[in-house]
Nanobody
């Protein structure tokens, strides 16, 4: 069982920055693929960014060049640095853990990000 706790959401003006953090429990963090997803009102949950245990990353086209995902295995934490935020980035952001060969994925409780002037 993996527990994920997100933090760092809030209200920010367009063009501003936020950094989301997700701390995971358990001993398999370093080999798990970690991801950030988001869900806006009335829309489906979508992948924002993902990082593998080998540090390969991929991003949604809408955030490329603005968002950066990273991980600190010593702290069991994955980060999402969000720069040049836009109103369309407003959503609940969820942390996701996909341990290798488990067939099971885990979700955090979500953190609200609101981009508005």
């Amino acid at each position: 069982q993996v527990q994920l706790v997100e933090s760092g959401g809030g209200l920010v003006q367009p063009g501003g920055s936020l950094r989301l953090s997700c701390r995971a429990s358990g001993s398999i963090f370093s080999i798990s693929t970690m991801g950030w997803y988001r869900q806006a009102p009335g829309k489906q949950r979508e992948l924002v960014a993902r990082i593998t245990g080998g540090l390969s990353t991929n991003y949604a086209d809408s955030v490329k060049g603005r968002f950066t995902i990273s991980r600190d295995n010593a702290k069991n934490t994955v980060y999402l640095q969000m720069n040049s935020l836009k109103p369309e980035d407003t959503a609940v952001y969820y942390c996701n853990s996909l341990p290798p060969n488990s067939g099971v994925q885990y979700w955090g409780q979500g953190t609200q990000v609101t981009v508005s002037s």
